[in-house]
């Protein structure tokens, strides 16, 4: 972290006489704005960049020192002031959000910066670490998916951990590890299509890690195997259209809501269509057979699919968009959520938990932002936010509060509302790294927020929004 020009030893020389009056004066002010400055370097001198809404960074903090103040100057240890912090990170806690970015040096490339289509592979994913830190998940350019543990700081601690893969769609994380979702390579078998092309058929995958991330068991969710491949009756496969999935738990069992691919016999070849799929997988890592929640195909066409647990009504809730009947529904069976239009600019956010009951969910139509409430079918209150976007982001922020975000030219735009009401809660605020149109703020239970981006050529920049009091 810069922390901007120091004072330089001139502008602290007393020019000129001055009666010991004066010179005990300038000296009582002195201590004064020292006392001031040491408590702004108190919060902001943690590792990594911060940027907090409305407020200057470090560097322009200490550049406005008064004349005559040095840099090192500390007040005593009785004048410090006191910090709240949250969590077993005890991440600083304020009165607005303040951003702090980090950079992650891995070892390899990345695949998939600056391809942002639903059908390209997704770079990164992250999730909290319940005793403290975060587990990142991101897609080398070697087919393989890499699992690296975070300390509190967001810094990569020991050495990653790698599975076959080539193409990263979720991780989620609980006390004794956790689960990252990917895709592996399949195959389409001889069957006939009758028409049109709709290869490859790729499989989707739980993998289970332990806490040091190792792999415990893997499991897949879609249902190729060695008498049935993408091209027979019946399949349901990954195939490059409109694929990408996310993961739940409940604390017992993980789900995997995803995109797929869906065979169905015509005569003597067969066509393929496209909806999404909703597994449920228990610790052991077997497919739990009829769980309510699940389905073989809910919304078709499908995209944008997204899940949340629910503990207040011990189900999963799922949305999507769909062009049946251009809208953003809960599947299996379809409730409309909000109604839409199939002129290409439909797309579902994020679905998060509302303050008592029901949900929130965030679309964009026209690549104007709107965030829906809901509990089972159509939406009981639409807020039509200021922000202009095909993509936006929505997460939970605390207690009773919830993160908007969106791409804002080179950086991303934020704001955050009631999780009750749907009102906004102080001003828009900026968190400086780009933006990736579907990647997911993950909320952590201390009230932060985390969203991995695009670094450099061998790193990953961690955006981490800390808590409001």
Not at 210 to 226: A, I, P
Request: glycine share 12%; hydrophobic share 35%; proline share 5%.
């Amino acid at each position: 972290m810069s922390t901007g020009d120091t004072p330089s030893s001139r502008t602290g020389r007393h020019r000129g006489r001055a009666s010991r009056r004066r010179l005990l004066l300038a000296a009582a002010g002195l201590s004064a704005v020292a006392v001031l400055a040491a408590a702004v370097l108190a919060v902001a001198g943690a590792p990594g960049s911060w940027f907090g809404s409305d407020q200057p960074s470090p560097a322009q903090s200490q550049g406005s020192a008064a004349p005559g103040l040095s840099a090192s100057a500390t007040p005593s240890p009785a004048a410090s002031p006191s910090v709240t912090t949250a969590g077993a990170c005890a991440r600083p806690v304020g009165p607005k959000p303040v951003v702090k970015v980090t950079e992650v040096k891995i070892s390899s490339a990345v695949l998939g910066y600056g391809r942002e289509g639903d059908t390209e592979p997704l770079p990164m994913a992250i999730a909290e670490r319940p005793a403290g830190g975060s587990w990142l998940a991101w897609l080398g350019a070697d087919k393989r998916v890499y699992l690296g543990r975070l300390d509190c700081d967001d810094k990569l601690v020991g050495t990653p951990t790698s599975f076959a893969g080539i193409d990263l769609q979720d991780v989620h994380a609980d006390r004794t590890g956790g689960v990252v979702l990917l895709t592996r390579r399949g195959d389409c078998g001889g069957g006939k299509l009758c028409g049109g092309s709709s290869s490859p058929c790729n499989t989707m995958h739980m993998i289970r890690f332990d806490d040091s991330g190792k792999q415990v068991w893997e499991r897949q969710v879609t249902n190729l195997s060695g008498s049935r491949k993408g091209y027979d009756d019946g399949a349901r496969f990954v195939w490059w259209y409109q694929h990408h999935g996310r993961l739940a738990t409940d604390g017992k069992n993980y789900a995997a809501y995803f995109g797929v691919a869906i065979t169905v016999r015509n005569g003597d070849c067969v066509d393929i269509h496209e909806g999404d799929r909703m597994q449920v997988v228990d610790a052991n890592g077997k497919l739990v057979s009829g769980h309510r929640d699940s389905f073989e195909v809910g919304c078709s066409h499908s995209w944008t699919t997204r899940i949340v647990w629910d503990p207040r009504t011990s189900r999963y809730a799922m949305v999507c968009a769909t062009d049946n009947a251009c809208r953003i529904a809960q599947p299996d069976p379809y409730r409309t959520v909000a109604a839409g239009t199939c002129d290409g600019s439909l797309f579902g956010g994020d679905l998060v938990l509302a303050a008592t009951r029901g949900y929130w969910t965030a679309w964009s139509q026209g690549g104007s932002v709107r965030l829906e409430r809901f509990t089972t079918g159509k939406s009981n209150l639409t807020v039509r936010t200021a922000a202009r976007s095909s993509h936006p982001h929505l997460v939970g922020y605390g207690t009773g509060r919830m993160l908007l975000a969106w791409a804002s030219g080179s950086t991303i735009a934020a704001q955050v509302y009631d999780a009750g009401t749907g009102k906004t809660v102080g001003a828009k605020f900026t968190v400086n790294v780009r933006d990736h149109d579907y990647q997911a703020f993950k909320a952590y239970s201390d009230g932060s927020a985390a969203y991995p981006a695009a670094g450099g050529s061998r790193s990953i920049r961690i955006a981490r929004v800390l808590p409001l009091n």
